[in-house]
Every structure is written in C-alpha cells, then in structure tokens.
C-alpha cells in the first residue's frame, strides 16, 4: 500500500517529462494533418474501423454490464461508505451542475436539438428511413446514448478514484496514482502509470479540447451570423475562439469554487430559461407526449440497444453512432474520474453514484427532450426539416428562428449556453492534464496554477492551430477516440482493485 496523504504538502511539483512529451506528441500530429491532411485521415480511418471491429463489442457488454455494477455500488453495504469527512462542499443542484457542464460540454448542447435527426434519416433496427417508427424511435435513442450509458463510465472511474483518494489516503489525486496503489508491490507498476498518464494528458488535450472546440465554435459563430446577418469566417472563428479560451483560464484561475461553480451554475440556470421557453411557445402538447414516450420506448428497448450488432443487416449504425459513442466517453472518463473525486469529498458512495447516473441522465433527457422535441415537431409539420440541412450549425439557428424571438434574443442566449458549457468543460479538461502531470499536488488537491494556466493555452492554440490552416478536426477527433480504448481496460483493472479494497477494510 502507497503512504498515506501528506497532510502538510504546500506544494504542487510538475512531472516535466511526460507533460512535455505528451504535449510534444499532440503537435507532431497536428502538423502532420495539416502537411498531409488525406494521408493522415486515410490512416486514421483506417485505424479506427479496425479498432471498432475489434473491440466493438466489448465496449457493448462492458457498458451494459457497468449499469448493474454501479446499482449493486449504490443499494449495497458499501453504498454508505463516506468518501472524505465533513459535510459536502457543495450543494446538490451545484454539484450535478458542475458534473453535467463538464461530461456535456457544448456538444450535448448541439446534439439536443439535432441527434434526432440522424436517427429519421438513418434508423436503427432494419427500419425505413424517415416513416412513423423511425420518427419513434429517434429520440428514444438519443436519450439511450446520452442516458445511464455513458453515465455508467463516469461513475465506475468516479467510484474508484473517489474511495482510493479519500478512504485509503492515495497522495496524488491522478489516475494512475490510484492504479499503482490497487497495483501493490508489482514489480512494473510505475511503467504502467506512467502509460497512463500519457493516455489521461493525450485524450484530454486532444480529444476533450479540440472535440468540444471543434463543435462549440462553429455553433457560435452561427448565432453571431444569425443574430448580425453576416457570413461565418475565419475572423468571427477565432474570435469566438479567444473568448471561449479567456472565459475558461479566467474561471481556472480563480479556482473551482470561485470560478466554475458560478460559471456552471449560471450556464444551468440560462438553459433551463430557454428550454422553459421553447416549452411554453413552442409545441408544448408534442413536447410532452413526445418526451413520455420517448422515454418508455428507450427503457423498454434498453437491452435491445445496449447490444445491437446488427449481424445480419450489417448497416454499420452500431459502429456509427453507439459503439462511436461510448469510446467518445471514454475519452472524458479520466476528466471525469478527476473531477468528480475532487468535487465529491463529504459525500457518499450512494450519492456520489445517484448524483451522475441519475441526475445527469434526467437532466440530459430533460434537455434533449424539449430541445429534440421542438426539431421532431417543426419537421413532421413541414416548418423546418433540419434532417435535410446542408450545415447542422446554420440549420440550427433556422430552426431557433421559426419561434418568437427567434432571430436575435434566442441565438444570443444560446451561444451564452454554449459558451458557459464549453468553458466550464474546459476548465475541468485543464484541472485533469496539469493533474495528470503533476507529481504531486498542493495541500489542497491542486497542481501548479502556472502550470495549469499554460494547459489552457495549449487547449487553445491546437484548435486555433486548425482554423488557421483549414484543416479538419476530425483526424485528431478519431485518433483521440482510438486513444481512449485502453481507459475500457483501465476501469476494469481498477474495478478490480476496488472490490479487493472493499473485502480487506470490510
């Protein structure tokens, strides 16, 4: 077992070789997309087929069975362990508040109103693009994708990070810290959380940074073009751009309590006015039907969805929108893991599983059942067919325009959404790189503040990096996500150390 926290630590010391390293790794590749943009997605493409091929289905059972895990967490013995002393340091709609601005970033916000979509046109299930059924079954699966199966590896690694660093007093608040101390004496432990670090640093900068920019700045500078009846350009892109970045360092700087439970709070507070909106000027009967039912169909449907393979029809909807999914949250799961564990001291193993699988699943479905609901509606009527827009980004600000206020309060305020989403996802993204390359962190559970700050401007500058050159972000996009399949592994390694934890202090 590691030594205990040391309680008097003031100062938190970074880990320069692997934080350089893998920083260094990330520019190589961006500069390689943008010298040679073809050949790299080629091989990109490439890769990420084969990996989905391979371990598709895995992911598949290791979501649906990490439902139960967590459920047996909660309702068991264990879920009364408290997970630090004192009393919670935040209150609850704060603290789900924090976790879904940062598990959903600007890019739940973007696919509420549009994932629909992509199910009428291309259904799951065999079923004919654009009748009755698909329409059914289209918001049921996003509620699927965006419910408890994500949510479930969130919670996993929240769980273990959590007990690791508050009841068994591992010292550093870093994935692999956790894992070398389930490791116990074996013999390349060190080796392995080394590897880990690269993974944590690697998939957040270029997957949670780049990722949440690449969706978050396109849907803004549609609602400044909207709102002032210009064109999107590279001006308005970086523009956006720098402000998005200035939002989150500041809040960085200042500190989590300081800074992103305001900004979090804020951000929920703005979105629940324009849902409650939508609610009451758009279709309100339809939202309310729509959302009942969508909700029956997805936990009627659940095992059904959880394990589509499609072996018989081989449409590739799997491999394309849930199996895509799922390592998309892989990639945040050690964001995830971090922030969750430094944001849930004082509170249980119940709550703390509770708090994510269900409030930042019913939070989710209320966001994309409103939102999802108005888009199914103006299609079916024939006011707006989003399903068939050339560009999701300025379709969306068409959709947001056939309701009053439409033309400039609603695009205003939903690119204020946005942005609060997107930095306080950031902010949480910079938290976790400076933590996972960090040797040790302060007396309160935080790396370096410089060191942090500078891991802001390198979330910054590889998507500035793309908007100067044109190049595209999905390259890093599906390079990151590949990256992240190892964190399947990971979290079934620390499962295990968790439960050999829980028999020993039982």
Request: charged share 15%; with cysteine; hydrophobic share 55%.
């Amino acid at each position: 077992m590691e030594k205990l926290k040391d309680t008097n630590q003031s100062r938190a010391v970074v880990d320069k070789p692997i934080s350089v390293t893998c920083v260094a790794l990330i520019a190589a590749f961006v500069i390689l997309v943008i010298v040679k943009p073809d050949e790299t997605l080629g091989a990109v493409n490439a890769i990420f087929d084969y990996a989905t091929a391979v371990f598709g289905v895995p992911i598949l059972w290791f979501v649906f069975i990490g439902l139960f895990i967590c459920l047996f967490l909660a309702f068991s013995r264990y879920g009364s362990i408290k997970l630090g002393d004192g009393d919670p340091e935040y209150s609850m709609f704060s603290y789900i508040a924090m976790m879904m601005c940062a598990a959903l970033a600007a890019t739940a916000v973007y696919y509420s109103f549009v994932e629909w979509s992509f199910y009428l046109a291309d259904p799951a299930f065999g079923i004919e693009p654009y009748s009755q059924e698909a329409a059914e079954y289209s918001l049921a699966y996003a509620f699927f994708h965006w419910g408890f199966s994500v949510q479930v590896i969130f919670v996993l690694i929240g769980v273990c990070m959590a007990y690791g660093y508050y009841v068994k007093k591992v010292p550093h608040l870093r994935v692999s810290a956790i894992c070398e101390a389930m490791m116990g004496d074996f013999r390349y432990k060190r080796i392995l959380g080394r590897i880990i670090d690269g993974l944590t640093i690697l998939s957040v900068i270029g997957g949670v940074g780049v990722v949440s920019m690449g969706v978050g700045v396109p849907i803004i500078s549609a609602a400044i073009s909207k709102v002032f009846g210009v064109e999107t350009s590279f001006g308005i892109n970086l523009v956006v751009l720098l402000i998005v970045g200035a939002v989150f360092t500041l809040t960085s700087f200042v500190g989590v309590k300081k800074g992103m439970k305001r900004l979090s709070d804020m951000t929920i507070y703005l979105a629940i006015l324009i849902m409650a909106f939508i609610f009451i000027c758009g279709p309100t009967g339809f939202i309310i039907k729509n959302f009942t039912y969508s909700c029956g169909k997805m936990l009627s449907n659940y095992v059904d969805m959880s394990l589509y393979t499609d072996p018989i029809g081989n449409s590739g909807f799997p491999e394309l929108n849930t199996i895509f999914l799922f390592t998309l949250a892989f990639n945040y799961a050690a964001l995830m893991g971090i922030f969750i564990t430094k944001i849930s001291r004082g509170r249980t193993i119940r709550s703390l599983i509770l708090s994510c699988l269900g409030g930042i699943s019913i939070g989710t479905w209320i966001i994309f059942g409103i939102n999802g609901s108005f888009g199914l509606n103006a299609e079916l009527t024939g006011q707006y067919e989003l399903s068939r827009a050339e560009n999701m980004q300025e379709g969306l600000m068409e959709l947001l325009g056939t309701l009053p206020l439409g033309s400039v309060v609603l695009p205003v305020a939903f690119a204020l959404v946005t942005i609060g989403f997107l930095a306080t996802s950031l902010d949480s993204a910079s938290f976790a790189i400076a933590a996972a390359g960090s040797s040790s962190l302060d007396k309160d559970g935080n790396p370096n503040t410089a060191f942090r700050m500078a891991m802001c401007v390198v979330l910054v500058l590889i998507p500035m990096a793309f908007l100067f050159t044109g190049a595209e972000f999905k390259a890093i996009k599906t390079i990151c996500i590949v990256l992240s399949i190892p964190f399947m592994f990971i979290i079934i390694g620390m499962l295990a150390g968790l439960f050999k934890w829980l028999k020993e202090d039982k």
